[in-house]
Nanobody
Framework: QVQLVQSGGGLVQPGGSMTLSCAAS????????MGWYRQTGGQYRELVAG???????YYADSVKGRFTISRNNEKTTAYLQMNSLKPVVTAVYYC??????????????WGQGTQVTVTS
């Protein structure tokens, strides 16, 4: 599996912005889709956004227009830009590398997770 190292996250006030990064350890990054998921408590990991190897993007309805997923293949890094943040998006965020941008499959690689807390 590919090692994914996440950075970013932390505390932010409502209405604020934050960018999460996910750096992959191998150059095969460009051949795979990336996704950002979030998890709260004991719930399942919910898809937030995905991007295919070719750059096609997908978003959960709840984040459309506020979140932007992107990738830089030269830097083997994916990003999640989050704007107009609301407390309801508080969760642990995970990046994922795999064959599908919007589904979880066996063999996917995951980042270590990073806490995003939106609070005043």
């Amino acid at each position: 599996q590919v090692q994914l190292v996440q950075s970013g996250g932390g505390l932010v006030q409502p209405g604020g912005s934050m960018t999460l990064s996910c750096a992959a350890s191998e150059n095969i990054f460009s051949s795979y889709a990336m996704g950002w998921y979030r998890q709260t408590g004991g719930q399942y990991r919910e898809l937030v956004a995905g991007i295919t190897a070719g750059g096609i993007t997908y978003y959960a309805d709840s984040v459309k227009g506020r979140f932007t997923i992107s990738r830089n293949n030269e830097k083997t890094t994916a990003y999640l830009q989050m704007n107009s943040l609301k407390p309801v998006v508080t969760a642990v965020y995970y990046c994922k590398l795999g064959r599908q941008a919007t589904a979880i499959s066996r063999g996917d690689s995951w980042g270590q997770g990073t806490q995003v807390t939106v609070t005043s």
